[in-house]
Each structure stands twice: as C-alpha cells, then as structure tokens.
C-alpha cells in the first residue's frame, strides 16, 4: 500500500466517524420576517442607528425621522443630529432588529464614504438604494431575518 492510500483510508475513516456521530444532530435555522413598526396616528418615529468600522476609524451614525403613515420628514447620517434630537421631546426606546431598520443601517454607514453630514428633507434626495429602501417600508414590503 502507497502512503497516498494510507492517508486517503484515514481520512475516509475520519470522515465516516464523525458523519455517525453528527447524524442526530439538526442545525436550528430561524427564519423571521421583519416590518419597519409604524408610529400612531399623530406621532413621529425617529429611527437610529450607528455604526464603526474598527478602532481607530470613524465611527458615524444615521437616522430617519417618520410620520404615521411611514413617509420619511427628514433622514441624516450624522451621530450628532442623533444626540440633538434624542435630546428634544419625549420619546421612548425600543429595539428593532437590523432587518426592520435598514433604511438607518444604510445612513450610518454612509458616514464611512462620505466626510460630510448629511440633512435629506425630501426623499428624491436619498441615495437610491436607500430610497428604494424607503418606498419598500412605506408600502410594508417585509424583510426577512436568519
């Protein structure tokens, strides 16, 4: 017997050994669908969202401001409007997954190619991935999460 079929019966042994011992597992795949929440009827939403991308590099946030019926008032990507807005009126925190928050994720993330902060008052103004995202939200497209 050559070496190449001794390692070749050996891995084959190795591999059959743990197919038998792996068998009775099952991977649990959770699948969610996720939608943007909507804010009562005369209420505003405010969206946030921040992001780094390692240490020493910048870090940025993003945000989008929406009415009752999911239309966007205004949407920035810069950490500070965060901390100015957060500071103004009453509001409440609650956690969405990423899946339901896109539209912010994308604004923070902007702030990685883009050095200026940015203030879109009207949605034609967005990047297009990200208004594509907007128009999804207001029509109550789904996302899923895994």
Do not use: W
Request: glycine residues 6%.
């Amino acid at each position: 017997m050559n070496p190449f079929s001794k390692v070749f019966h050996f891995h084959l042994l190795l591999s059959i050994s743990l197919i038998s011992r792996t068998n009775h597992i099952t991977p649990k795949l959770e699948i969610r669908v996720v939608k943007a929440k909507r804010p009562n009827y005369n209420e505003l939403k405010l969206n946030v969202d921040d992001c780094s991308k390692g240490n020493p590099e910048r870090a940025g946030g993003g945000g989008v401001l929406r009415n009752h019926a999911g239309q966007m008032i205004m949407a920035f990507n810069d950490i500070k409007q965060i901390q100015s807005m957060s500071s103004r009126g009453h509001f409440s925190f609650i956690h969405t997954f990423r899946e339901g928050n896109i539209i912010v994720y994308l604004l923070a993330n902007m702030t990685k190619h883009c050095q200026t902060a940015t203030l879109f008052t009207e949605a034609i103004n967005l990047p297009s991935k990200i208004a594509s995202t907007l128009k999804n939200d207001v029509v109550g497209q789904p996302n899923i999460r895994v």
